[in-house]
């Protein structure tokens, strides 16, 4: 059974930083993408960021820059590095694993992901 549960969420204000974690088990899959999805109020679930097991990654426009995604394979969990954030990025953020290779056009694609955690608030205030 495969099982995320993000923490890492909260409360900030504008220009703060968070780090989300996502600690993946279950999930033994040697080629695979992971990506941060987030949703915000009266908003679609859009891609934010993802990687892959060669470790390459895609970003958002909105947050190349300031957001980074990274994994510890010994720990088998995601992270997301939130910098500079603004009062845009509130959202409710999910992690999500597929397993398999995909084009780099789709890993921001909330479709093509198999496994989602429950997700986990930050909130930015200005």
């Known amino acids: 059974q495969v099982q995320l549960v993000e923490s890492g969420g909260g409360s900030v204000q504008a220009g703060g930083s968070l780090r989300l974690s996502c600690p993946v088990s279950?999930?033994?899959?040697?080629?695979?993408?992971m990506g941060w999805f987030r949703q915000g109020p009266g908003k679609e679930r859009e891609g934010v960021a993802a990687?892959?097991?060669?470790?390459?990654?895609n970003y958002a426009d909105s947050v190349k820059g300031r957001f980074t995604i990274s994994k510890d394979n010994t720990k088998n969990t995601l992270y997301l590095q939130m910098n500079s954030l603004k009062p845009e990025d509130t959202a409710m953020y999910y992690c999500?694993?597929?397993?398999?290779?995909?084009?780099?056009?789709?890993?921001?694609?909330?479709?093509?992901?198999?496994?989602w955690g429950q997700g986990t608030q930050v909130t930015v205030s200005s």
């Open positions: 999500a694993a597929m397993w398999g290779r995909i084009g780099s056009r789709y890993r921001l694609e909330s479709q093509v992901y198999n496994y």
């Open positions: 279950g999930f033994t899959y040697s080629s695979y993408c």
């Open positions: 990687i892959d097991s060669d470790d390459n990654t």
